[in-house]
């Protein structure tokens, strides 16, 4: 397999310290994504909140109703 040009002559240590960059870099994007997909308030919330609304005043209606009617 090819390495990239350049990336050979580096000491041991160098391609280390890259590599580590590297994948620090792409853990901390994944992490930052991750918090902003959570932290957002998203459609299928706002639907759940609303179904619970609904069915808490039929849950009321219900209760509220005489038996047998």
């Not at 580590?20 to 870099?25: K, N």
């Not at 994504?33 to 919330?45: H, I, K, P, S």
């Not at 706002?46 to 219900?62: C, G, H, L, P, S």
């Amino acid at each position: 397999m090819p390495s990239i040009k350049g990336f050979s002559s580096l000491a041991p240590k160098t391609k280390n310290l890259i590599v580590a960059g590297g994948l620090s870099g792409f853990v901390l994007g994944v992490y930052y994504y991750t918090m902003r997909a959570v932290g957002n308030t998203d459609e299928l919330q706002v639907a759940i909140d609303k179904f619970e609304e609904m069915k808490n005043k039929d849950e009321a209606e219900t209760a509220a109703s005489p038996p047998g009617s």
